[in-house]
């Protein structure tokens, strides 16, 4: 079990770009693989990004493909998601997620969840 914690969310307008962090305890990091959601209340959880333990594998929704880069640390345990050219739809919750062995796109695969950091783009 790891315990993620996020932080980075904020207010940013339309074209402007956040980096979003999850720290992660646990000194077996790098085993896990991680991925980011987000979720408007009201709608489903969507997945957004994910990246393999080692990071040499990523994976991205069609949504954000060309705007957002999912990165990791494994030295600080942490697993960044660098925003660019931010839409208002892009506005949510978003919240880093981690599982043991190959990285999914399917939420409820996920054991470990941050409690989610605030996204709000502007128009």
């Known amino acids: 079990q790891v315990q993620l914690v996020e932080s980075g969310g904020g207010l940013v307008q339309a074209g402007g770009s956040l980096r979003l962090s999850c720290a992660a305890s646990?000194?077996?990091?790098?085993?896990?693989?991680m991925a980011w959601f987000r979720q408007i209340p009201g709608k489903e959880r969507e997945f957004v990004a994910h990246?393999?333990?080692?990071?040499?594998?990523?994976n991205y929704a069609d949504s954000v493909k060309g705007r957002f880069t999912i990165s990791r640390d494994n030295a600080k345990n942490t697993v960044f998601l660098q925003m660019n050219r931010l839409k208002p739809e892009d506005t949510a919750v978003y919240y880093c997620?981690?599982?043991?062995?190959?990285?999914?796109?399917?939420?409820?695969?996920?054991?470990?969840w941050g409690q989610g950091t605030q996204v709000t783009v502007s128009s």
């Open positions: 990246i393999s333990g080692s990071g040499a594998l990523t």
């Open positions: 646990g000194r077996t990091f790098s085993t896990y693989a």
């Open positions: 997620a981690a599982r043991t062995g190959v990285a999914l796109t399917t939420g409820r695969t996920y054991t470990d």
